[in-house]
T-cell receptor, first 116, second 115 residues
Framework: GQQLNQSPQSMFIQEGEDVSMNCTSSSIFNTWLWYKQDPGEGPVLLIALYKAGELTSNGRLTAQFGITRKDSFLNISASIPSDVGIYFCAGRALSAGGTSYGKLTFGQGTILTVHP | GAVVSQHPSRVICKSGTSVKIECRSLDFQATTMFWYRQFPKQSLMLMATSNEGSKATYEQGVEKDKFLINHASLTLSTLTVTSAHPEDSSFYIC???????????FGPGTRLTVL
């Protein structure tokens, strides 16, 4: 099945620094999504990407759908303490036929810690 | 928009009892709902996918007789953990999407502890 490699696994940064994380897949995806999960909560959708090369921003967050369709990155600029959490990439692969019911494959997550 | 709720947020039960978790889409029709399980500091593990009015499709290794899923309406899906054991203790999260919508929107999760 599809595999997603997300890196880095964890990051410890100072407030104000920029952050970058990425995901690569073993197969072509037609959708990339980035979620943030706070402790004890469900993931919250940050950015959705639908086309190769697409670059989308949401406030201080920017994500891109790689042109090979096998990778995506998420950047956070000028980090603040509330950016702390676990960030997950998720992708939906092209299905060979029939319906996949929209199943997503998730990366392992990047744990972000921001020191004030 | 795209709000999903889960109830209860926490449940503690005795071994051998059954527990029902509800997942509701509050402002959209959820044609498809997904149930995930998450262990501490790990990613989300898909357990099953359910379409409204159909039987759920379970992922390999997930016991369908133990984790009963019902998706009887476009706004409600339930997960029942039958004869729960301590190893079933986990964080269970549902998500929902509607036809034509790709992203899944997640509920806040349910922390299940089986004593």
């Amino acid at each position: 099945g599809q595999q997603l490699n997300q890196s880095p696994q964890s990051m410890f940064i100072q407030e104000g620094e920029d952050v970058s994380m990425n995901c690569t897949s073993s197969s072509i995806f037609n959708t990339w999504l980035w979620y943030k999960q706070d402790p004890g909560e469900g993931p919250v959708l940050l950015i959705a990407l639908y086309k190769a090369g697409e670059l989308t921003s949401n406030g201080r967050l920017t994500a891109q759908f790689g042109i090979t369709r096998k990778d995506s990155f998420l950047n956070i600029s000028a980090s603040i303490p509330s950016d702390v959490g676990i960030y997950f990439c998720a992708g939906r692969a092209l299905s060979a036929g029939g319906t996949s019911y929209g199943k997503l494959t998730f990366g392992q997550g990047t744990i972000l810690t921001v020191h004030p | 928009g795209a709000v999903v709720s889960q109830h209860p947020s926490r449940v503690i039960c005795k071994s051998g009892t059954s527990v029902k978790i509800e997942c509701r889409s509050l402002d959209f029709q959820a044609t498809t709902m997904f149930w995930y399980r998450q262990f501490p500091k790990q990613s989300l593990m898909l357990m099953a996918t359910s379409n409204e009015g159909s039987k759920a499709t379970y992922e390999q290794g997930v016991e369908k007789d133990k984790f009963l899923i019902n998706h009887a309406s476009l706004t409600l899906s339930t997960l029942t953990v039958t004869s729960a054991h301590p190893e079933d203790s986990s964080f269970y999260i549902c998500s929902a999407r509607t036809s034509g919508m790709i992203p899944q929107y997640f509920g806040p999760g349910t922390r299940l502890t089986v004593l």
